[in-house]
């Protein structure tokens, strides 16, 4: 729902409700460390500071470690 119905169609409010809530719940549920944003909408529209635990976006690592 957050990436066809938020991202997609430009409701970000939308999106982040929804990535946000997937989010507390994955942590709550297995007491989660680290998120890997593992799809390119999602980072987007979700950022660190509204998120407990660190969060990796993929594309940014691949991005950084082909400039190293």
Known sequence: ?????????HDIALARSCFESVAADLVAQHALGT?????TEIPLVVEQKDIAVTILNPTELQCRAAFE
């Open 35 to 39: 998120l890997v944003l593992a799809c």
């Open 1 to 9: 729902r957050g990436i066809y119905e938020g991202v997609k169609v």
